[in-house]
């Protein structure tokens, strides 16, 4: 028989209908890695890219050099903004089922990453995320108001309603735009440590891709310039297993981890587990330390299992088990982190479900208050005009004529149903309201 | 004053805003030690410092996104893509997120990035370092998008993209970085210096973005071009004997309507000329704008002389290059029209 080349199709390890399996995720025990100095050469820590970072045992005790020693008040607060960020998750996709939003991604199960990194990192530090870090606003303590008026398009939305759902900024807070082009903002925040470095400051950036999109040229940008520059940032790459239906053997992580492409580049890789608050706070210190101090940037892959579906356009049952979640090996981030407060005696299920009552009350408040800044069906939103607005910092001639145009077009509309309202105020087009 | 060539003129505009505005860096493939590969950022890394004139990996892409970072921490950066046929690994970072970045975080994010790039043909180089991909830009809202035809304009507009805080993409004619090339490639070259628009002020001073010249005024008929094609339109009309008017466009976003327009409705007639490709090319927008505008003031129908709707092509580029003679004959074309 003759030799012919055949391609490998990646398949993930069970389909709809059949077992979960997770046979092929390399866990470490807690406790088992070294942690060595922040000044480390990378060479001497390319075992940290190939293992797992972990603090939580199987006990719900903290072990091992890893331990970021946190007091039981800081531990809570972590807790209690997972908790939210995954109540107001919760809520928003109900809300998004029952029509009032077009649009929502969750980031459920994948809670402490966003937690806990923005917990270990500076205020002035500059984030760069993905959509499913909207932790990061929570714990920089953004109002959930403000996140819903983005989400609702209406008349406080950040966006002024040129974005989809969930696309949020904060300038004030120092957290990026987010794109809907994926990995775009992982080699930009590699142009903004490089410009901490070149002003002198003290400031750092991160970033967050998922593994999916790290098989964009981005990715390579980012970490290209990165090494060379050695500038001042986190790489954070985070391996949730799925990239919409396609798993994470389709971004290359059947033969190395992604954590392993880190020493390839010349900048250390961590592998951490991303499900153990303790373990995320600690290794995402360690690299901001490593690159206040001048060492350059650490890529950190965080090993976490997408629990939702990719967005409230999909639906993950088509293409894995349904119940492959509550197989996964690193469990629950919330449940863990909670279990170990309890253990400590910081923290008690009756506490536990007050936090859970009083979070879940401050949700429906933000939600009712974000309504009254208008809602997708009723309005109020915006002026449209204000859609020729920011395309330049002055607005070109040809905006000019094309508003006047719009405007010109919406009174005449306008004037043809005179019970309508006002021009600029309604979502609903002025003859469907009258028809009711 | 002084005499510049283009690339001088190009240099000096980096070298005042370097030593003007603490904010300004230059990155790019070769710019730093070796100063370019055009020579255009000669001398400056050695003035300023390799942490404000930064030799980059060949990495379009990460070369605009990284830019993009530094705008969004306070920088402004001026990128060098080495050629225009280059830029394309970068086109998502510029259409999908420095185009946009203003707009969609409406108005609290915004990266105030130069992209300079030599484009056009006539220096042997083939399909890949040959093409005038102008238009390609001009279709994305959210940039600006400038081509000079000489070194005073090159320098002013250079700076006025620099200072200003919105991303542009700024095209470099390479056949006139050392002379104003007219089209004929068998004629000894002419060097800047002989030409007017080779004096230089070496300090500051601005040329609007967003407004068009007329460079030789005329009667007969109105030429809008832009780029190389603004000397070859000043050979042709010396070919054809005809009076006209050549309005050189500079900025092709936004675009100066009300100069073409003026110039159109006083002569009536109106040939468009570049050395990009034709179909689709930036000339359908002229073409449709003078249409809207000027309908009722045209006696004949407007005529475009571009490049063929081919790839440059290495051994046929004089054939390819629209010269004077084919300008020429289109402008006899459009006199000899009803």
Not at chain 1, 185 to 199: D, E, H, L, S, T
Not at chain 1, 379 to 388: K, R, Y
Not at chain 2, 172 to 181: A, D, H, I, S
Request: charged share 20%; glycine share 10%.
């Amino acid at each position: 028989m003759t030799q012919r080349s055949r391609l490998h199709v990646p398949a993930p390890p069970a389909r709809p209908g059949q077992e979960p399996d997770f046979s092929y995720l390399q866990i470490s025990p807690a406790g088992a890695l070294r942690r060595p100095d922040v000044t480390v050469a990378v060479r001497d820590i390319e075992d940290l890219s190939l293992q797992m970072v972990r603090v939580l045992g199987e006990d719900h005790r903290a072990v091992g050099p890893w331990d970021p020693r946190l007091d039981a008040e800081e531990l809570q607060v972590g807790l209690r903004h997972m908790l939210l960020t995954r109540l107001f998750d919760d809520r928003m996709q109900k809300i998004q089922r029952q029509g009032r939003i077009s649009f929502y991604i969750k980031s459920t199960g994948e809670e402490a990453i966003a937690v806990a990194q923005g917990m270990a990192l500076q205020p002035g530090d500059m984030l760069f995320p993905s959509y499913r870090q909207q932790g990061l606003h929570v714990v920089r303590g953004r109002s959930l108001v403000e996140l819903m008026c983005q989400c609702l398009s209406n008349t406080r939305d950040m966006c002024k309603g040129r974005q989809m759902p969930i696309m949020y900024h904060w300038a004030e807070g120092n957290i990026f735009s987010i794109s809907g082009n994926l990995a775009t903002q992982f080699p930009q925040a590699v142009g903004w440590a490089m410009a901490a470095a070149i002003k002198g400051e003290d400031r750092i950036a991160a970033s967050w891709i998922g593994e999916g999109s790290s098989a964009e040229a981005d990715f390579h940008y980012a970490m290209t310039f990165a090494a060379v520059y050695q500038a001042p940032v986190i790489l954070n790459l985070v391996n949730n297993q799925w990239a919409i239906s396609t798993f994470q053997g389709f971004a290359g992580g059947e033969h190395r981890t992604f954590a392993q492409r880190g020493p390839g580049y010349g900048i250390p890789g961590i592998r951490v587990d991303g499900n153990d608050f303790l373990a995320v706070y600690a290794v995402t210190q360690w690299a901001a330390q490593r690159a206040r101090q001048s060492g350059g940037a650490t890529l950190i892959e965080l090993v976490t299992y997408r629990a939702g579906a990719h967005s409230t356009s999909d639906d993950p049952s088509r293409y894995r088990p349904k119940e492959e979640w509550r197989a996964w090996p690193l469990g629950d981030p919330i449940t863990r982190l909670k279990q170990h407060l309890i253990t400590l005696g910081e923290w008690s299920e009756e506490r536990h479900a007050r936090l859970e009552k009083e979070l879940d009350a401050h949700v429906s408040a933000c939600w009712k208050e974000a309504e009254t800044y208008g809602t997708l069906s009723g309005g109020p939103t915006l002026d449209p005009m204000t859609m020729f607005e920011d395309v330049l910092k002055e607005m070109p001639p040809d905006l000019v004529r094309q508003r006047e145009e719009l405007r010109a077009l919406r009174a005449v509309q306008s004037a043809a149903v005179p019970s309508a309202p006002p021009a600029g105020h309604s979502a609903t087009p002025p003859a469907l309201v009258r028809k009711g | 004053m002084a005499r510049m060539n283009m690339v001088q003129a190009l240099n000096s505009a980096m070298d005042v805003m370097l030593a003007r505005d603490p904010r300004v860096v230059v990155l790019g493939e070769d710019v730093g030690y070796f100063g370019g590969v055009f020579r255009v950022t000669d001398g400056l890394q050695r003035k300023y410092g390799e942490h404000r004139v930064l030799d980059t990996p060949i990495a379009e892409g990460g070369i605009i996104a990284a830019a993009i970072g530094m705008g969004v921490n306070g920088l402004k950066p001026v990128a060098e893509i080495q050629f225009a046929d280059y830029i394309y690994p970068g086109f998502d970072q510029v259409v999908s997120e420095l185009a946009r970045l203003r707009y969609r975080t409406a108005g609290d994010f915004f990266a105030p990035v130069t992209i300079r790039t030599p484009c056009g043909g006539g220096i042997r180089g083939g399909q890949t370092h040959s093409q005038s991909p102008e238009a390609i830009f001009t279709h994305v809202s959210g940039i600006k998008v400038v081509m000079p035809s000489n070194p005073y304009d090159a320098k002013g507009l250079l700076i006025s993209s620099i200072e200003g805080e919105d991303p542009v993409v700024f095209f470099e004619p390479k056949r006139l970085y050392n002379g104003p090339f007219d089209g004929d490639p068998h004629k000894p070259a002419v060097p800047w210096s002989t030409h007017p628009r080779g004096e230089v002020p070496e300090g500051h001073y601005t040329v609007p973005i967003g407004r068009a010249e007329v460079v030789r005024p005329g009667k007969d008929l109105t030429i809008l071009t832009y780029g190389t094609m603004v000397h070859v339109a000043e050979a042709a009309v010396r070919l054809a004997g005809v009076d006209a008017e050549i309005v050189d466009v500079r900025t092709m976003a936004p675009l100066d309507v009300d100069t073409i327009c003026s110039s159109v409705n006083g002569t009536g007639r109106c040939v468009v000329v570049h050395e990009a490709t034709g179909f689709a090319g930036y000339g359908a927008e002229l073409v449709a704008t003078v249409q809207e505008q000027c309908f009722w003031n045209l006696e004949a129908p407007v005529r475009r002389v571009t490049g063929w709707d081919t790839p440059y092509p290495h051994a046929f580029e004089w054939d390819y290059f629209p010269g004077p003679a084919r300008v020429a004959a289109a402008l006899k074309e459009v006199m000899e029209a009803a």
